[in-house]
């Protein structure tokens, strides 16, 4: 198929580069300029594993093109849009550049189609918004000839950063929602040999999905945490008490979210987090749970923060080992231990970041945008691999992933990511 993707962050550029894998033809469009001439260049615009191998593979083979502009769609199959729907002030989502992308698409597709061109959305937005939103946009500039040349689709995705490329060929479940709940051609198509369950259903059962699997997952780490904090202060051993409750495979589900550790952030939880509030206070659904989420994380953030300052003396020399909301990436966005570090610092210790992951010259977006907010000085705390093993510090903060990977001789690691 040919495929033209709207918005290549870390959703649209990774699943731009698997799609080329299985030979469809891509042509990805962002906005950002920067970013389109790195991926014409060969190079990714995020850190994500495997995704710079297969866009090496993709460009010798020319299966996929980045472009600023709204290209032809006249021979275009699929077009998957991807962009960004960041938290407003009231924790709704704000939809603006879907609603921008979808009028682009609307003014450029032809009303005369021999078949309709498929519209995928997959960034995350509230039940009702396709009827609510995205059909009277095409209605309104296609009118009666709307069904003869779009079919829309919602069409929610489940990677994790880190593991996208592997999410993508391997998802728990596919999930499409049409505008009758009956299948698509089209992405039957881009399913094609994926082995998972699928759901077709209405736009609203599918929209609401990717809410409740991220609401509960931030319920799930909020759970582990507030658990993980009384085995902390009573001397319980946190790991003996996750061993045995994961061991249960028939009451106590995943283990990978229940595992007492570090505080959810990302581009994803806390953001749908608030906006399920959000939908939850308009309908008065009184979700007295859901609504104490953020408030657990961040109470969780603050133990921790005071859990290592307890452990310092005054002005004490600090290695934060990863500062990404997860190893192996240089996601920002409200990433735990960036607020950790904006306190240490705020509290006269003397900071210093290793996270091989991270280049202030690549951030860019909203990523940039929360990096520089939050932590300005975020350029001169970062130091190399040399200077993190040099030391001496008096106290090392950092995930398993990192922190195992360095050569810190004696000095004591507070693991931010899981205790003891």
Known sequence: MKITIFGLGYVGFTAACCLTREGHEVIGVDVNADKVSEINAGQPPIKEPKVAELLTEALAKNLIRATVEIPDLSDVDLAIVCVGTPSSTDGSHNMNFVAEVTRQIAKAVSPD???????????????????????????????????????????????????????FFNPPKIVVGTADGNRSAVMDEMHEGLDAPVFYTAFEEAEITKFVDNTWHATKVAFANEVGRICHSMGVSAKTMHEIFVSDTKLNISAYYTRPGGAFGGSCLPKDVRALQHIAGEVGAHTHLIDSLLHTNQAHKTYQAQDIMARLPEGGRVLMAGLAFKAGTDDLRESPNVDIARRLLQAGYQLSVYDPAIKPADLRGQNLGYAFTHLPNVGSLLVDRATAEAGPWDLVVGSNRIVNDLNLGDAEVVRTYEYD
């Open 113 to 167: 189609r021999a078949r309709p061109l498929t519209v995928a959305y997959r960034s995350t937005f509230r039940p009702g918004t396709v009827r609510q939103l995205i059909e009277p946009i095409f209605h309104s500039y296609l009118g009666d000839r709307t069904g003869q040349a779009i079919e829309i689709v919602y069409n929610p995705e489940f990677l994790r950063e880190a593991s996208a490329v592997d999410d």
